[in-house]
């Protein structure tokens, strides 16, 4: 769909990612000129009407979910055989992709990525609403550090990758119990379940529960607890392991009752730890952090009581490692007639010359392995000369530098590099630099007096998008020649952008009136006046004789433009309805009753009837029929 534009609105400019329901794409509105992603739903399941309108219901609800950690939508619709939302962009990436780079998280880290999820979904909870598939790949890091949820309430395709059954909605990783065992009576708590799971990945850089299959794991979620984290990572504080155990109870009613409830739990979790506990590191972390060679060898931990295997025999078990060994003194030389000779004591030297060759060879791998190489800093989003700063304090030379439009990041300031953030790269190296040169701006042609349809085809040759269309009557320029566009000729804008169309309706006509009249003679009269003429294939009951015109589309008194099409719906002539009896009746009385029944009144009093009030005949007798809106005499005595 790249290149395409939906709705006349959304232009498509890249692929973000595919799902098992639908496809993102980072797209472009072309009438607020702003940038957001745009999910269309596999057309396969665009077909199934239930589903669409449960995916349209659900998202109007989150549209009025506003919570500056949830991914906002902001518009619906379809176009074809594409059903699509378009929903607020946000730059970065995906808790998935942190956990896939870095593995564990420090509790600290963990704990700012778990808070503003939950508060998400506490809103959403307070609101009625329940996610249902909590997992990092729907939890979006921005580049500025915001935090928000993604897919609020939105149903899943059900495939083997979500669910085992077409009842279960979710990732089966992150499946509470309930949702396995009773499937759709899922509440708030299936979100508090799977952001338990969610911390725990945080915190150890694996699932809880794993397998060959997703019946394996289901069943794990079903009969095993999620274990402590701290059996995974050493030295994890134990309230981290009571919050992940309170979130991930197999019994909801041990679970808090929904994320609000877990949010303050979190908070009071963070309260209670130390800095040293909230900063602790992952041992990959460290290990990938530190350069210097006996730092990475302390952090792998060492048995203070490790033993030596049993010799073949088995008989003896051999000292301990951590013991020292000492030197057997071997038993005295025979006397001998030579003169002995002084020697001084060897074993300090050999200590020493093996703790030198130790250290060479560990700077030597250092130097190979990290002394030459560093890294290249964050430089996106910095101006030209914060990146040249920042290169040259990492000992870095700055290599080509290009520059490139972009609709979203700000002019002057760098777009990329080559290589990437956090790329491994010997010293003195050179970074290419890619600067943004803002929005690219195109002038608007000038395309007055053209055909609408040519017009359209010199703004997309000009790099521009033909946007919506107003018509006026003009006597000077063509029916469906271009008057002017908005904004005017020579104006510069973003390329991509949409212009407004004003095309002339032509010379304006005044419509005749022709109702009552037969199609013939309204069909010439029409003609004349410059119009087209349609009958409508639908009859309607009117005042007139059945055939004979009873409505027209353009009414007596409007303008419309030469060429317009008039449509004409003849008569079936007048409804006919029972008269009700109102002889003897009150005047008050018959008069609401004929009214109410669709008829005018009309009172014959005479002289005689000048002071009466009761109803002594009626001109239609009770019980037949008249034509509806027709007028009823009653005579009054």
């Not at 190489?373 to 101006?383: I, Y």
């Not at 009117?542 to 030469?562: H, N, R």
């Amino acid at each position: 769909m790249v290149g395409q534009v939906l709705d006349g609105r959304y232009r498509v400019d890249a692929r973000i990612a595919v799902g098992g329901m639908a496809t993102v794409y980072r797209a472009l509105d072309t009438r607020l000129d702003r940038v957001l992603a745009l999910k269309v739903m596999h057309p396969a399941l665009a077909v199934d009407g239930a589903f669409v309108e449960r995916f349209i219901r659900e998202a109007k609800s989150v549209a009025r979910l506003a919570h500056p950690n949830v991914v906002q939508v902001f518009d619906q619709g379809t176009d074809g055989s594409y059903v699509y939302l378009a929903m607020e962009y946000v730059a970065g990436c995906t808790l998935r992709d942190v956990l896939r780079d870095r593995g564990a998280l420090q509790p600290r880290a963990a704990l700012d990525i778990l808070e503003p999820v939950l508060a998400a979904l506490g809103a959403a909870h307070r609101a009625g609403f329940v996610h249902r598939d909590m997992k990092p790949e729907n939890v979006l890091i921005g580049d500025d550090g915001r935090v928000k949820v993604a897919d609020f309430g939105l149903v899943r395709s059900v495939d083997t990758v979500t669910s085992t059954t077409g009842a279960v909605l979710g990732t089966v990783s992150y499946l509470a119990p309930e949702q396995i065992e009773q499937p759709g009576t899922a509440d708030a708590r299936v979100d508090v379940y799977a952001c338990g799971v969610v911390l725990y990945e945080m915190l150890t850089g694996e699932k809880p529960h794993d397998g060959d299959s997703p019946a394996v794991v289901l069943y794990k979620h079903l009969h095993e607890d999620v274990p402590p984290p701290s059996a995974v990572v050493p030295g994890l504080a134990y309230e981290l392991d009571e919050l992940v155990a309170s979130a991930t109870a197999r019994s909801p009613q041990i679970r808090p009752y929904d994320a609000v409830a877990l949010l303050a739990q979190a908070r009071e979790t963070r309260a209670g730890l130390s800095p040293d506990q909230l900063d602790a590191m992952p041992p990959q972390a460290l290990s990938a952090q530190h350069s210097n060679s006996d730092d990475r060898t302390s952090v792998i931990p060492r048995s203070l009581n490790i033993q030596r295997p049993l010799p073949v025999n088995g008989d003896e078990p051999q000292a301990d490692f951590n013991r020292t060994s000492r030197l057997q003194t071997p038993p005295p030389p025979p006397p001998s007639h030579r003169p002995r000779t002084s020697r001084r004591p060897r074993g300090p030297m050999m200590i020493v010359a093996a703790v030198l060759l130790v250290l060479g060879l560990g700077v030597g791998v250092w130097y190979i392995n990290s002394g030459q190489f560093t890294q290249v800093p964050p430089l996106l989003s910095k101006t030209e000369a914060q990146a040249r700063d920042r290169l040259e304090d990492a000992g870095l030379d700055v290599g080509k530098v290009e520059r490139a439009y972009s609709d979203t990041v700000k002019r002057g300031t760098v777009i990329s590099t080559d290589p990437g953030t956090g790329a491994r790269i010997r010293h003195n190296d050179s970074v290419k630099l890619v600067i943004s040169q803002g929005p690219e701006t195109v002038k608007v042609p000038d395309i007055e007096g053209y055909p609408l349809a040519k017009a359209r085809t010199e703004l997309k040759e000009s790099g521009l998008q033909p946007g919506m269309v107003k018509r006026e009557f003009n006597d000077d320029v063509t029916r469906g020649s271009v008057l002017s566009a908005d904004p005017g000729t020579g104006t510069e804008v973003r390329s991509g952008s949409a212009i407004t169309l004003i095309v002339s309706k032509g010379s304006p006509v005044d419509v005749p009136d022709v109702t009552g009249e037969d199609p013939a003679d309204a069909r010439a009269e029409l003609e004349e006046a410059g119009l087209k003429v349609k009958i409508a294939s639908a009859r309607v009951n009117s005042e007139f004789d059945a055939g004979q015109v009873a409505q027209q589309s353009l009414t007596e008194g409007k303008q419309a433009a030469e060429g317009d099409t008039v449509t004409l719906t003849l008569s079936k002539g007048p409804e006919m309805i029972e008269v009700p009896d109102v002889v003897g009746d009150s005047v008050d009385d018959a008069k609401s009753q004929l009214e109410a029944a669709g008829f005018e009144v009309d009172e014959d009093r005479g002289l005689l009837g000048l002071f009466g009030d009761t109803v002594k005949k009626q001109s239609v007798e009770g019980g037949e029929t008249a034509p509806k809106g027709s007028t009823i005499t009653i005579t009054i005595r």
